[in-house]
């Protein structure tokens, strides 16, 4: 099975604290911050809502992606999530 990399966006509520990551298996990876399985900035914020991912071919785009995301300012963030999820649904059911 060959592995789907992912660079998501995980918030508490709509306009909130916000967390970009990137991952090769979303729905654990989603899994995991919504039960706060791993300490670190997610847990520490209750960051259980996916409002915005996009696939990558491999892991080089995805980790790419990511740094680059990660330098937007907050308001070029809300405006990536508002274009397809503007009113910040929680995706995570939508994976599966």
Do not use: C
Not at 33 to 46: A, E, I, L
């Amino acid at each position: 099975m060959q592995k789907q990399f992912a660079v998501y966006i995980m918030t508490n509520k709509k306009e909130g604290v916000l967390y970009v990551g990137v991952t090769s298996n979303l729905p654990q990876r989603v899994w995991q911050h919504k039960n706060k399985v791993v300490d670190g900035f997610t847990k520490k914020y209750n960051l259980h809502l996916l409002v915005w991912y996009e696939q990558h071919e491999n892991a080089e785009s995805a980790i790419l992606r990511e740094k680059r995301l990660k330098k937007y300012r907050r308001e070029a963030k809300i405006k990536l999530i508002e274009k397809d999820n503007p009113e910040w649904k929680d995706l995570y059911e939508a994976l599966f």
